[in-house]
DNA sequence: CATTGTGTTGAA
DNA sequence: TCAACACAATGG
């Protein structure tokens, strides 16, 4: 969570609006919610949520109650960016993201609206493009995950040498041969350290 | 108390 | 199928 937000004010979320108002019975249907927490903590990354088969991102804004979606995406890579991305655009800098190295690569959202964000988000996952992105043969199922990255802490995940490189190449799809990722500025793999701020 | 993550439901 | 909302729990 990292939160060392310093607004604290005082979301008043209450009776929210009720999408349906055709006939709403009161019986069936559960409103929605979760029910109980699974053991199923975070296996993937932050803001990142896998629905059957397929990864969405949403983000959620520190002040408000509403949410940011990034859109869907089919890897984790994807989602992963663009919630990095995002974060990025919403803290301003240091947020915590999952590929800070990547950071960099990262497109900066034009304003800090919030479809800017998105499509900064959308432009991060297409940097991830993989097999699956491709409207092909689909069958390969996206599974089972690297379990290296148990957060425990916050500083534990900062601590994580050699993780990120791990977890990067098993997610990284991009084989010398076959498909390659393209990338805005340069499919090198020069670090360019240029400290980039859009808007702070 | 704030934040994230999951689940459901609803609409496209 | 995707998107949004709502709920629940965790962590601080």
Redesign the pocket.
């Known amino acids: ?1 990292v ?1 060392s ?1 310093k607004s ?4 008043s979320s209450s009776s ?5 108002s ?1 006939s ?1 019975g009161q019986s069936q ?10 053991e ?1 903590r ?2 993937i990354f ?2 990142v ?1 896998t ?1 059957k088969g ?1 990864w ?1 991102s ?1 983000v ?1 804004e ?2 408000k109650k ?2 940011i ?1 990034l ?2 995406f089919s890897c984790p890579g994807m989602a992963a960016k663009a919630y990095d991305v995002a974060a990025l655009a919403l803290r301003g800098d240091a947020a915590f993201l999952n590929f800070p190295e990547s950071a960099h690569t990262l497109p900066h959202p034009k304003s800090l609206s919030v479809k800017d964000i998105q499509i900064a988000a959308m432009e991060a996952a297409e940097t991830f493009i993989d097999d699956k992105t491709l409207p092909d043969s689909l069958s390969s199922a996206v599974p089972a995950f690297p379990e290296n990255m148990v957060f425990e ?2 500083d534990e995940v900062f601590n994580m040498p050699g993780i990120l490189e791990s977890m990067a190449e098993g997610l990284m799809i991009t084989p010398p041969s076959t498909q390659k990722g393209y990338y805005p500025d340069d499919d090198d793999g020069n670090d360019y350290v240029e400290v980039i701020l859009w808007g702070d």
């Open positions: 969570m939160q937000s604290h004010e005082i979301s929210q609006s009720e999408a349906g055709t709403l249907k559960r409103k929605a919610g979760r029910k109980k927490f699974k199923t975070h296996p932050k803001g949520r629905r397929k969405v949403e959620r520190p002040n509403s949410r979606w859109g869907t802490d916050e």
